[in-house]
């Protein structure tokens, strides 16, 4: 009776080479947080930081495009001038930046 052996080699992949091989999923990995998550969470850390810091007498804009002056800050509502007479009260995170100087009129 013959008796077919399979002989198993046992490779031996040592830790350098499972690291080579897993390099480019952490080469991505790295850049979509450096490019991609870490500009957009600092922009949003910024902007909160701007709406907490808002005070009378700022130039702002609000997400819908509003144009207006800060006449007050009050349980986190502002009350804007956005014309001579007009005056509306917004939610702070409403604010989405202050005007540059070179934006004012």
Do not use: C, W
């Amino acid at each position: 009776m013959i008796t077919n052996k399979l002989i198993f080699q046992q490779s031996e992949v040592s830790f350098f080479d499972a690291f080579l091989a897993q390099l480019p999923i952490f080469l991505i990995f790295l850049v979509l947080y450096y490019f991609i998550l870490r500009p957009n969470n600092k922009k949003q850390e910024d902007v909160k930081n701007l709406q907490k810091n808002l005070k009378k007498g700022d130039s702002i804009v609000t997400i819908g495009g509003i144009h207006g002056k800060i006449l007050q800050v009050r349980n986190n509502k502002a009350t804007i001038r956005v014309s001579n007479n007009s005056e509306l009260t917004v939610d702070i995170t409403a604010v989405s930046r202050l005007k540059n100087s070179e934006d004012k009129e």
